[in-house]
């Protein structure tokens, strides 16, 4: 597993406007019917334009996450409402990306040819350009590598919303994380460290040093261990698995904790977790604690927040695997898994 990737030096595309550069015709990975990971294949498709409000970017490196596979598979199928009904709307993985503003759309302001960038985006980033919206958007620090960068958009923003924005964590808090090696779970035990947390991470046998060295005071494997029986002792649960009952939950619980959840069971294909978190929400009404859930939406503040955390050290993405475009598929099919460890990053060429 890679630590800290070295920064490397960043192409100077500031003068020009970086058009002249660009290519017309791109190799991608592209879908173009929903079925299981084989339905990637790689395509060459025309460079995208920039419409309103959005910059070209050319991708240094992109990530994968849980959202890429349930675009690729349409499920659960309430997901195709904004998924495409038949065929999907999103023909390129990838929301995570880090690379080089090379045109500059209408509209925009406050980015030029050149600047370093990373965030979110709604797809398209296992590409070499994509047409990304800028409010997902923010300058890279120089000091963080583009595949640093990539690894952290949706997992890190859905773990600093969850810790910070939903459960208003507190230094000395005691937190547990449930689903601590995923993207979203070594995100989590980081920035709970940051905000000067104890931190207890639930994962399998073989994360359990890995969760370790990302800070985690206290980890609990589930295949030998249980972390409900033990009683109240958290003052938060973040939940990336729900897979114990609401009693179970709020055993470990004290009277004014915060419970955040971000997934539950997926195995409804038409609903997949809302109807197990609509009991959950139900249950809690009935509690003292608090139920949050939540998707994740970028803003700038929390991105520059995150730039500020991974320039610190603070925030170290766990690489798994780097790929190129040519590995998204076989990345995908870990990822429809649920146990893919940390972040695997993808590099266009
Ligand atoms: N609400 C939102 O906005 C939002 C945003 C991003 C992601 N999500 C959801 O949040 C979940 C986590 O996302 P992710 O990106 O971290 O997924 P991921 O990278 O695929 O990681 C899943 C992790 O879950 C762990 N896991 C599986 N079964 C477990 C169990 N019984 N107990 C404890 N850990 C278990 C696995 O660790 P082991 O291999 O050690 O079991 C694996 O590392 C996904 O379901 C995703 O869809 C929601």
Known sequence: MSQQTKA??????????????????MTAVVQRRFGTADVLQLEEIPVPEPDEGQVLVEVEAASLNALDWHFVSGTPYFIRMVAGLRTPKRKTPGADVAGTVVQVGPGVSGFNAGDAVFG???????????????????????????EDAAAVPVAGLTALQALRTHADLQSGERVLING??????????????????????????RNVEMVRSIGADRV??????????????????????GN???????????????????SGPKDNRWYGPMLSIGLRALRFRRASQSFHQFTAEPNHDDMIHL??????????????????????????KEISGGHTRAKIVVKPS
């Open 8 to 25: 490397t030096p960043e192409p100077d595309r500031s003068s020009g406007d970086g058009n002249a550069k660009t290519p017309s015709l």
């Open 120 to 146: 979110e985006i709604k797809g398209g980033s296992c590409a070499p350009f994509v047409a990304a919206d800028v409010k997902g958007l923010v300058l890279k620090p120089s000091s963080v590598s583009f």
């Open 180 to 205: 601590a090696a995923g993207g979203v779970g070594t995100m989590a035990v980081q920035i709970a460290k940051a905000m000067g947390a104890h931190v207890t991470g639930v994962c399998s046998t």
């Open 220 to 241: 609990i494997d589930y295949t030998t261990d249980d972390f409900v029986s033990r009683g109240p002792r958290f003052d938060v649960m973040l939940d990336n698995v």
């Open 244 to 262: 114990r009952t609401t009693d179970e939950c709020l055993s470990v619980l004290t009277p004014d904790a915060r419970y955040v959840q971000t």
């Open 307 to 332: 730039g500020r955390l991974l320039e610190s050290g603070l925030l170290v993405p766990q690489i798994q695997q780097t790929i190129d475009l040519s590995g998204v598929p076989d990345a995908v």
